[in-house]
């Protein structure tokens, strides 16, 4: 008795780690493009249900681009057929997020696509304006980009204010926050950063919203796409009010200060930085995690930008 009861507990302790390392494997939060989990293993040649939310989804980012002008080409990015077109797609964004690249979407692929992003795009019009330094050794040690045409602004003193927002729990602390954000990039730049109470003499509004809010970059609900901020000198951070935010952040919350100062660097001028997970500028970040610090590449970027 005493040895079958062994046996069980030792087939239900192998159980238990089987389920943690599944659990730990999978992306967490409730992503809207949940059902692209069901498209693991897909590749070219296939027909797939939902395999369309693929294609919205690497097109958003600028990965992939149909040829819109020929008719029979208009619904391509809305149908499930995996052709020759989304298999490049997907190998360009493996090789921009060191994954192996296969043109299928493979289980690493899936989990890459499914993690909290912001929501500008990491390649402009199929070209990604990008600067790269190198180290003696010939080691890229930078992949800061910018907007196309490299935008910048042309006063040195930006004015921001607060617009109407949709009520969201854990914000409250949203002034403090970009506070110290904008002072981040301040203290690298020769950027001043003034908080104005009135909107018409303000450089930058920032605000939460939910869904379509009228820019034409909806928010899609928790999961998926936490904020963005536009080029310069449009001015606009907007912050997606259905995700959990915290100051001290949860396993299921995202952390404000970090999103705020990634999103300051849109709004200066820069892309983001595919190379460098560490880097401020990286598109994708986490529930319950907190990166605050500007690394050597934003810096490098900003700093290149402007010209200092």
Known sequence: ???????FLVS???LLVILIKFVQSE???HHPFKSILNLVESQKGQSVSKLHLVKQYLKKFGYLDYDLSSNKNLNQVDDDEFDDRLESAIRTYQQNFHLEVTGRLDK????????PRCGVADIFNSTKHHN???????????????FPGAPRWSKKHLKYTFGATVQVAGAE???SVCKQSFQKWAQ??????EEVPNSADADIKIAFYQLDHGDDEPFDGPGGIFAHGFRPTIGMLHFDADETWSSNPGRQELDLESVAVHEIGHLLGLGHSEDHPDAIMYPYFDYGKTKRSLQEDDIEGIRDLYGL
């Open 188 to 193: 690298v730049t020769d950027f001043t950063f």
């Open 1 to 7: 008795m005493a040895e079958k009861t062994f046996k």
């Open 12 to 14: 239900l302790f192998l």
């Open 132 to 146: 790269s330094s190198k180290s003696s050794d010939g080691v890229a040690n930078a992949d800061y980009s910018f």
């Open 173 to 175: 602390s949203i002034r």
């Open 108 to 115: 690493r692929t899936v989990n890459q696509m499914m993690k």
């Open 27 to 29: 992306p967490t939060g």
